[in-house]
Structure formats: structure tokens, C-alpha cells
């Protein structure tokens, strides 16, 4: 009896010093400075100017525009309508080729920022020949060609099933003149962290654009869907889902343009069933990746 006695008080007394320890615990952890959040991590914003123009801020802070087609765009921002210096100091300028509705206000935007534009060999040379666009602010590259000019930024040309035809007025009648301006583009651009975009520009459909999607390995397809002078929303939907496959899309190049009646609720019919996520934006929204 005297032995289970003590192992019974050795017990009690084991469990009030439990007890205390937890005790101190519970109240350290109450008073303890609650854990810091986690630090947002940062975002690739991309804004669309309307038809095939897009504003991109990457992860490092540069500004990448793409087909800016502002002044005379129906449906581009009003703010960058009104003054062309509001869409920011631009460190990277491409152009997919030379209809107005892509080169739109580029040579203007280079001049302002004193940055070149980035495109077609023989639409760039043109344009510096026929005076629109200062002979340091072109650079010419043509399809498969790679260039880097930023860090961390990597552009490589690609093909596009497209026309291209610059329309200049003439120095001396003030009429405007047909010049020959190239072949289309499009653009692989992939940026700081190896997020990839594949801005295709104007195209039909088009076998390579499985091989484009093969080697390259696009995150984000930005593709047009308007018809007449580009796919057809079927014809897009049919290239990302037999061929392309990225994990996400953005339909551009319709709303814009009467020869363009191609529609967001054609292409999402013909996309049902597949698991791309479609990012429908309007003029002038910003998303972020």
C-alpha cells in the first residue's frame, strides 16, 4: 500500500508539472507576434488596347507594347487616345506587320520614347527610307530570328499566315501610297521567370503552328478569332485544341471592325469541352498571370 502510495503522488506530481509547462506554453503562443503573410508574389499585367494592341508590365517592371493601333482605333483606351504619352515610358516596341491596324501609332510611340521598334525586316526598312521612323529607332528581324533587348526578356519571330502592305501618304501629292512592307509575323516573348506568350499577330490557320507550340511551349496564346482576314473563331478553336494546347488564351482581333463578325460567344462555343482556360477581356481591361 505505502509503495502504490508514493507512485501515486510521484504521478500527481509529474502531471502538475505537465500541466505548468503547458500552461507557459499557451501563454507564450498568445502573446507571441502573430506570423508575417507571405509576401505577394508579383504579376505579369497585360492590358488590351483593342484589336491585336496589347500593354504588358512584366514581373521586373518593363513596359512591352504590341500593335498599338490608339489614335484611330475605335475601341482603344480614351486616355491614351487623347494623349499617346499616357500609355507609359515603353522599353520594348513590337509590331506584327504593317496594317494600320496593327503599326497603328508605333513609329509616333518609338519617337516619344526614344525606343526602338521592333519588326518585320522588310516593313521596318521602309518606313526608315520613307522617312516615318528614324534610322536608330528600327530594328529588323525576321522569322526564327532571336533578340534581347532587355534582360531577362527574349523575343523570337515566328510565323504568321498573313499579308502585310504599308500605306504612307506621299511627301509631295500628301496622298497616300501603297508600299510593299514584308511578311506578317508573330511573336514568342518570353519573359523574366520563363512565362511564355505567343502573340500570333494576324493568321490563318496554319500545320507549323504545332511545331511553333512544340518547340517553344507557349503558357499563353493570344490569338484572333475575327474571320475574314484572320481565323474564324471554329478555325481558332480547332488550331488550340488539336495543335497548340497552352493552358490559356486570349481572343483578340474582332470587335473592332466590321470585316471582322467573328464573336467571344462563337469561339467559346466551338472551345466547350476543352480545358484551356479562355481569358475573355474587354477593351482597356487589365488581367494579370
Known sequence: MKITHRFKLSFAAVAMTSLAVLSINNAQAQTAAPAAAPAAKPKVEMQWLGQAGFRIMTLGGKLIVIDPWIKSGPKAPANYKADLASVGKIDLLLVTHAHVDHLGDAPELAKINNTKLYGPADMVTPLILLGALPAELGHRFNKTGAVKPLPGIKVTAVQAEHSSLLVLPNPTTNKPEPHPAGEAMGYIIELENGFKIWHMGDTGLFGDMKFIADHYKPDLVMIP???????????????????????????????????????????????KGSPIKIVPMTEGQTVSF
Not at 229 to 251: C, G, Q
Not at 254 to 265: D, E, K, M, Q, V
Open 225 to 271: 478569332i475575327g474571320g475574314n482576314f484572320t481565323m474564324a473563331p471554329e478555325d481558332a478553336a480547332y488550331a488550340l485544341k488539336t495543335w497548340i494546347k497552352p493552358k490559356a488564351v486570349i481572343p483578340m482581333h474582332y470587335n473592332s471592325n466590321p470585316l471582322t463578325p467573328g464573336t467571344l460567344a462563337e469561339f467559346n462555343a466551338a472551345m
